[in-house]
C-alpha cells in the first residue's frame, strides 16, 4: 500500500513509498545503526534528529491507520519491535489518527499498544502447541 507515493525508499515491490518502507522499524533504527533501543533513548533525550525522524514515522503510521480504518472499520494493535517502545508514545499517534478522520475522534478505542513486548511471535507459536497439547489431555 502507498502512503507516500513522492517520498521514502524504493520497496521490494519496485514502488517508492509504500507502507512497508515507511512504518518498519528500520526507518527508525537505520538512525542509530540497528539498535532501536538506541533511538528511543535518543528521542527521550530530546535529540532533534531523532525527533524529526519519529515526527514523519508517526505522520506515516497515522496514515496508514487512517486509510486501513476507513477500508475494514479494525482495531490496532501497534506491535512488534516499535509496538516495544510505543507505550508513552500511544497518545500522540491517536491524536494524529483522529485527525485525519472527520468522522469521529476516538482512535483511543481503536489504536492500543501490544500487551506483550519481547518476542510476541514466539510466545504465540508456542501458545499453539500448548493448544495442542491440552487439546489431548
Partial sequence: MVIQSNSGKRCYCGKIGCLDTM????????????????????????DEQALQIWDTYLDNLAL???????????TF??????????????SDLRRRVDALNIFTRYASQYVIPCSYKIEATAAGAALLVIDQFISKL
Fill in 77 to 90: 494493535i501497534i506491535g512488534g519491535y516499535v509496538g516495544s517502545y510505543i507505550g508513552i508514545y500511544i
Fill in 64 to 74: 496508514a491507520i487512517h486509510n486501513i480504518r476507513m477500508l475494514l472499520d479494525c
Fill in 23 to 46: 512504518c518498519s522499524a528500520t526507518v527508525l533504527d537505520s538512525y542509530t545503526d540497528g539498535n532501536l533501543k538506541q533511538f528511543f533513548d535518543l528521542l527521550d533525550k530530546q
